[in-house]
Structure formats: C-alpha cells, structure tokens
C-alpha cells in the first residue's frame, strides 16, 4: 500500500517502541476475539448438521447457544476484530517504513477477508435464530393455503443457513491465515523474506503459526464457553443434569485432546527462530507459555474426571494468559528483527529535526578530527583493538550509508567477541559526516 508509506513520517526510537506495545495491545485483543469466533462458529455449525442427522434438540439446542456465546453482539465484532487488525495495518505501515516490504498491503488484504467472514458469520446468526422461529410454528397455526409454502422455507432454511456460516468459515480462516504469513515473516524480517505471497502463506514458519492458531482457537473456545455458562453467566442458563453434563464432557475433552499439541508445537516454532533474534525475554516468555499451558491442562483434568466446574474461571484465564504470553513473543521477536530498521528510522527522524531545530545550518564539520577523538581510541581501520577492525565490518555497509549512520547514533552489540560500543553522543550532521568519511576511507585502503 504505497499511500500509507508515503503518508508515514520517520519516528523517533522511543516512538517506535510504543508502537511495539501498541501492536502487542492490538493483537490481545485481536488474536483471542478471532480464536474465539472461529472455534465457537465450526463448534455450532457440527451440531447445527448433527441435529438433523441424528434428530436431537438438545445438538439444536448447543449449537444456538455457542453461537450466540462466541459472538455475543455487533459492536463485539467491529470493537474486537475489525477495529484492531485496521489499526494494526497503520502501525505495521509505520515500524516496516522504508523496508520494501509487503507487509500492510498483506495485512489488507487478511483484512478484507477477516471482515466479509465475520459479516458472513453475524448473518448466520441472525438467520439461526429465524431458522428456529421457523421450525416452532405449526402447520396449525396458519392458513391451509399457506402450509406448502411454510414447509418449502423451513426446507430451504435448512438447506441455506449454514451456508452462511461456511463461507464465514472459509473466509476468515484464509485472512487469519494471512496474518499468520504477515506474523511469521515480520518476526524473521532479518533473515527470511518470501519471494512471492505464495511463498509466504505456505512456509513451514506460516503453517506452523497456522496450527497454533487452530490449537488456540478450540482451546481458547472451551475454555471460554464452560466459563461464560457456568460461572459469567450460571444464573441465565438454566439447564438440567444431562445438558450439563453432556456441555462440560464436549468442552472439557475437545480442550484436552487439542491442549497437548499446544507445547509439541511450540518447541518446534522455537527451534525455528533464527539465533541471532533469540534474546532473554524470548526464552523467558516461552517458558511462561508452557508453565502456563501446563497448569490449565492440569486444572482442566479436574473438570473432566473431578466434576470439578468451579474451576473453569482458572482454566480460561490461564488459557488466556498463555495466548497472551505467544502474542508478546512474537512482537519481542518483531522487535528485534526490526532493530536495524528502527536505527535507520530513527535517525532519520533526528536528522529531520536537527533540521527543524536549525541544526543542520552548521558550516563545516571535521570528520576526521572527530573520528579521531571519538573512535580511534577503540578502532583503526586494519586491525582490532577494543573494537574489531573497520576493514572486516565496513563490508556490509557499502552503499548503505543511512544505516551506518543509524548504528553509529544508536550503537547495538552484534558480534559477541567484543564488547558493545558506547554511544558516542553525535549529532545527526556529525554522525553522517563520519559515516562518509568511514566509507570513503575504506574504499582507500581496500585498493
């Protein structure tokens, strides 16, 4: 979307780590109300079928009530769903400025499939429940000449009802797929870029983000359903032993059988992020997300064998927890892919207003005195000191002068043999002004 990217002013540093906790804001919201919606909508669509197939009210019965649970209203679906993944468009428009890359034009497109399947699904809903009002009126009660045209609409209905829900379905499982590529690829922005959107959504990396997605998706959805109806909601539903217990055996099993995939598939997803975007918080949120998996399974066995329902709260939040533990993750590991490009930006963005400042006015900068009182102390062009030599790391910088200026304003430890540089405190013009004369002296000395 190359609006956005020219609408998109150069942020400070401090700037482009709020939205880093903006997106992470976004996406908890985001993610859960998505997991939800999915799980919850095939959840109602199997028993909407199995009640025709298997002439049980009580199949009927669930799938109306999960619908209803896992949507709950119009202002939930723009508040939760459409607003977040808009918004996220224009962070991600900001934090990927100047990569070249497709990310927000990706991110509109999951957009634009994640909105027509909730409109899809919310139509489901509203015609779910004129299904059932169908289906309780009695031949009895209206003209005889009517009655062939009642039996024709509560033969469509059936039929065309849970079309609705399907292509709900469909559609937003292909845009939550998309985030899932946009996610994958954001979070490995220094190492892997797909070459095509093909490339992206097939990856090993996007699948893999798919099936934790999935996992999430009926795990989350049960979790929440035995919370909503037996501890948010108990006193709404009145139900007898059977439905009870037939609710809590369906949530708490589906629960289980698709918690344990959870850990197997995150261990496999950290084997797969590249070294040198590991960082402490990394493992440390991993290991959250397992403990936190690890205990809501251990409390959900006490729902299912104990009878224990007064835990479902503990399950739920637990569950919660972990997802919110996978969102943070992941936008740790943007962060940290993004690093090199935030330099760039940010500098940009001091340079702008060394500009505005009247900075830039200054007349003649010293590159080579200041090199020498700054650097030399540290660094000399054909062999190490403090720091490693400049001929072994200017290599990498040719014909990318922003980002040498960009590491020199705002210096970041990249190889672990030596210590990491300190700031030296340079303005905008004077750390370009080196930048030059770097570059320029190693196209010397390299002849």
Request: charged share 15%.
């Amino acid at each position: 979307m190359e609006f956005l990217d020219k609408l998109v002013l150069p942020q400070s540093a401090e700037h482009l780590n709020l939205l880093h906790y903006i997106s992470i804001l976004l996406l908890t919201i985001l993610i859960p109300y998505l997991c939800i919606i999915l799980g919850g909508v095939l959840l109602s669509l199997k028993y909407f079928r199995k009640s025709y197939t298997k002439n049980e009210v009580m199949f009927l019965r669930y799938a109306k009530d999960v619908l209803q649970i896992v949507s709950v209203n119009n202002f939930t679906a723009l508040a939760l769903g459409i607003l977040p993944l808009f918004t996220l468009i224009l962070v991600y428009a900001q934090i990927f400025h100047k990569t070249n890359t497709l990310y927000t034009s990706d991110l509109f497109l999951s957009f634009l499939f994640v909105t027509i399947g909730i409109l899809f699904i919310y139509t489901f809903r509203l015609t779910f429940s004129l299904d059932l009002i169908l289906k309780n009126i009695d031949n009895n009660q209206i003209p005889e000449f009517s009655v062939e045209d009642l039996k024709k609409l509560k033969s469509s209905s059936a039929k065309i009802l849970p079309r609705y829900g399907y292509f709900g379905i469909v559609f937003l499982i292909v845009g939550i797929w998309i985030l899932c590529g946009v996610l994958a690829a954001a979070s490995n922005f220094t190492h892997w870029q797909p070459s095509s959107f093909i490339s992206m959504i097939f990856s090993i990396k996007t699948l893999l983000y798919l099936l934790i997605f999935l996992s999430f998706s009926f795990v989350l959805t049960s979790a929440y359903i035995l919370f909503y109806i037996f501890f948010w909601n108990k006193e709404k539903y009145n139900i007898d032993n059977s439905y009870r217990e037939f609710i809590i055996n369906d949530n708490s099993k589906r629960f289980y059988n698709y918690s344990i995939l959870i850990p197997l598939l995150l261990l496999f997803d950290i084997y797969l992020i590249p070294k040198l975007n590991l960082s402490g918080n990394v493992f440390t949120f991993s290991l959250i997300i397992l403990i936190l998996v690890l205990i809501a399974i251990s409390l959900n066995y006490y729902i299912l064998h104990k009878n224990k329902i007064n835990y479902s709260p503990l399950v739920f939040f637990f569950t919660f927890l972990s997802l919110f533990s996978f969102v943070t993750q992941k936008e740790i590991l943007i962060q940290n892919a993004t690093e090199s490009n935030a330099l760039v930006l940010s500098a940009e963005y001091d340079k702008i207003l060394a500009e505005l400042k009247g900075a830039g006015k200054e007349t003649v900068i010293n590159a080579a005195e200041i090199y020498q009182v700054k650097c030399a102390a540290c660094h000399q062009f054909d062999k190490k000191l403090v720091g490693p030599a400049h001929l072994e790391v200017l290599p990498k910088y040719e014909g990318k002068l922003n980002q040498l200026v960009a590491f020199i304003r705002n210096p970041v430890k990249v190889n672990p043999a030596y210590p990491p540089m300190p700031n030296p405190g340079l303005k905008p013009n004077e750390a370009e002004a080196v930048a030059k004369y770097l570059l320029d002296e190693y196209q010397k000395q390299k002849k």
